[in-house]
């Protein structure tokens, strides 16, 4: 397992120097240290690289990260692969605390458990170059009132992409598509719950 540490700001912001050095799927550990204080959360590095990306959070640092806000994906063209934002390990995970989730643009694929016990979330907004969402994508987005999903075309799904669901939690889809999301495999089971972005 790989460790990078980085100190916050007075703002709480810190930038990690990742390195290449990590095998595709190792275990890598993001260390934050403030005032004496240290937070930690791990990753899963990706198989490949593909052009960098940028994980940013909205919030602020006092009781980091208790008082995160929002987090956004971006700089990524192509597949964010399996397990990549996990919240695992604990109640204590940065990305269980995440109040909602925006994926920007370019992104092209979501793999199996990508954003799964992302608990926190109250919305997630995916992005019309998204065509496929794996399974366990989503699982135990139990606080999500909203999915954004901005593709005219269903993504493909899997029975179990958003297992355990919120069960008021709503798609967002643009207007022209609802039909085509009711009729589509397995966002089927998801019919009374579509509604035109």
Same mark, same amino acid.
């Given at each position: ?15 990690? !120097?990742?390195? *290449?050095?990590? *095998?595709?799927?190792?275990? =890598?550990?993001?260390? @934050?240290?403030?005032?004496? @204080? ?6 899963n590095? !990706?198989?490949?690289v =593909?052009?960098?990306g $940028?994980? #940013? ?5 006092? &009781?980091?990260?208790n ?12 597949a964010?692969? /399996?397990y990549?934002?996990?919240?695992? /390990?604990?109640?204590?995970?940065i990305?269980?605390? =995440?109040?909602?989730?925006? $994926?920007?643009?370019?992104?092209? #694929? ?7 016990? %992302? ?9 019309d170059t =998204? ?23 269903p ?19 643009? &207007? ?6 009711k009729?589509? !495999?397995? %966002? &089927?089971a ?8």
């Open positions: 397992m790989a460790t990078y540490t980085g100190v916050a700001d007075a703002n709480g912001d810190f930038i990690i !120097p990742f390195s *290449t050095s990590y *095998t595709g799927g190792q275990k =890598v550990t993001v260390k @934050a240290e403030k005032g004496g @204080a240290e937070k930690s959360i791990e990753l590095a !990706p198989s490949e =593909v052009g960098g $940028i994980l #940013s959070f909205s919030g602020n640092g006092i &009781s980091f990260p008082n995160i806000g929002n987090a956004t994906v971006s700089g990524i063209n192509g964010i692969p /399996f990549c934002f996990a919240a695992l /390990f604990g109640a204590s995970h990305f269980e605390k =995440v109040k909602g989730l925006t $994926i920007e643009s370019g992104v092209t #694929s979501l793999g199996d458990y990508a954003f799964q016990y %992302w608990t926190g979330s109250l919305f997630v907004d995916i992005p =998204v065509t496929s969402i794996g399974g366990y994508t989503f699982q135990n987005l139990n606080s999500c009132d909203t999915i954004f999903i901005r593709a005219t075309t993504p493909g799904i899997q029975s179990t992409s958003f297992q355990s669901l919120k069960s008021s939690c709503i798609f967002k889809v643009p &207007s022209g598509s609802v039909d085509t999301y009729a589509a !495999p397995n %966002w &089927s998801y019919s009374s719950r579509i509604q035109a972005i």
